[in-house]
């Protein structure tokens, strides 16, 4: 790998949001050389102290440092050559003071390792990381949303994005971060403010639909708002009860990811409905249970998606497909589930029902520009066989969510 840290701050630079992050006093933790604040780019920094082998065992870093002493820590590329991940993280999060930030980059295992482990560009790496794939190739892979999940209590998410500026998917077998490309994931975390209760309670959805955002939650639904505004909108003109969600709610990311069950449970509560939220995972299903628990309005249901449709005996007044995660390798197997999905659930949608799928534009997450049928991510495919059952699309790309009501 090159300067892993002078690549991603060129590219911060420029992101007001690391303006609000690298401020204060900071740690940079395994920089190896590669400071952060090398170049000067964060003005904002008072201090950033660097830990490195010569400095100890990072793993272990409270036996040098004293916990709450920073507000941001920074770590880019340390975290895979650890024995234990989960460790170091409750260290470093330790380190980090009420409101600070806690900055992480590791490889993505797709782009650097390629299928391939041991790793062929660095013979130290212990671990493999991913963060949107429910399964994978690699023996020693680590979901870093798993590992923040089920490792740390009293954080929000702020960010977690794919990095690969400058990488090109058409070379295989090459490091392409010993040139100028990344090949990484970058997770930006917040720690609560001891004062603050649990951040899990209910969506205050006049507020979401005014402003796009959530009360302590620093991000914003933005993409997602217009598609939202007019499934709610219509939801309250009608009687509805039986909301069904395929892929559930797993963080509190709220740009990337959505919190959708949290929101159409809310919905649901206020028309006087329930929302069945359905996943093959059940990590996710108990993660969700968790950070949705101020309502008690939800069916929480481990199944198979098409399965559990095709078995549904009600009528469903609102139905959410998010469930086939669309990637490069993965393009034509989400379409195919996704039409399978809404063919299950055509014969259970009532009169009028609203039908929303998510990431029908999905140019955002693509570093190269996609064609006509990739650039609508899984929806291709249930888009056609809706308008061919005579469905109505009242909001379609280039919004980021497509919205349906059926005859």
């Given at each position: 790998m090159g300067d892993e840290t002078r690549k991603a701050n060129r590219r911060r630079a420029t992101d007001p949001l690391f303006r609000r992050v690298f401020r204060g006093r900071g740690l940079d933790i395994g920089h190896g050389g590669d400071r952060l604040d090398r170049d000067g780019l964060f003005p904002d920094i008072r201090s950033c102290d660097g830990f490195d082998l010569e400095d100890g065992d990072a793993q272990h870093i409270l036996r040098y440092l004293a916990p709450g002493s920073y507000d941001f820590v920074n770590s880019s590329h340390c975290l895979e050559h650890l024995h234990d991940p989960l460790a170091a993280l409750k260290s470093w999060f330790e380190l980090v003071r009420p409101l600070g930030f806690l900055i992480l980059v590791v490889p993505d295992e797709d782009l650097y390792e390629q299928g391939n482990w041991p790793s062929r560009f660095n013979a130290d790496h212990k671990w493999t990381f991913t963060f949107r794939k429910r399964?994978?190739?690699?023996?020693?892979?680590?979901?870093?949303?798993?590992?923040?999940?089920?490792?740390?209590?009293?954080?929000?998410?702020?960010?977690?994005?794919?990095?690969?500026?400058?990488?090109?998917?058409?070379?295989?077998?090459?490091?392409?971060?010993?040139?100028?490309?990344?090949?990484?994931?970058e997770a930006i975390i917040q720690k609560h403010d001891a004062a603050v209760a649990s951040p899990h309670g209910r969506i205050d959805l006049d507020r979401l639909l005014a402003t796009g955002g959530v009360t302590g939650n620093a991000e914003n639904v933005e993409h997602r708002l217009p598609s939202i505004r007019s499934c709610v909108e219509l939801l309250r003109q009608m009687p509805a009860s039986v909301f069904v969600e395929c892929g559930c709610q797993s963080t509190?990311?709220?740009?990337?990811?959505?919190?959708?069950?949290?929101?159409?449970?809310?919905?649901?509560r206020q028309c006087g409905g329930r929302l069945w939220t359905v996943d093959h995972d059940a990590d996710a299903i108990r993660r969700c249970r968790q950070l949705t628990s101020a309502y008690d309005n939800i069916q929480y249901v481990v199944q198979?998606?098409?399965?559990?449709?095709g078995r549904f005996d009600r009528e469903i007044d609102f139905l959410y497909l998010d469930s086939a995660d669309f990637f490069e390798h993965s393009k034509d197997e989400a379409r195919r589930h996704q039409l399978a999905e809404i063919t299950a659930a055509l014969p259970k949608l009532s009169s009028g029902a609203v039908v929303l799928l998510d990431d029908a534009n999905v140019q955002m997450w693509f570093p190269r520009p996609l064609d006509e049928l990739d650039v609508q991510g899984p929806t291709a495919f249930s888009h056609r066989f809706l308008l061919e059952h005579g469905?109505?699309?009242?909001?379609?790309?280039?919004?980021?969510?497509?919205?349906?009501?059926?005859?």
């Open positions: 399964q994978s190739w690699s023996p020693r892979s680590i979901n870093l949303v798993d590992l923040l999940l089920d490792g740390l209590s009293g954080f929000s998410f702020v960010r977690i994005s794919l990095l690969d500026d400058g990488y090109d998917y058409a070379i295989a077998n090459v490091d392409q971060t010993s040139g100028a490309a990344e090949a990484g994931i509190t990311l709220l740009h990337s990811q959505g919190m959708s069950t949290a929101i159409w449970a809310e919905v649901a198979d998606s098409v399965e559990f449709l469905a109505t699309c009242l909001c379609d790309t280039p919004f980021y969510q497509r919205v349906y009501r059926v005859p």
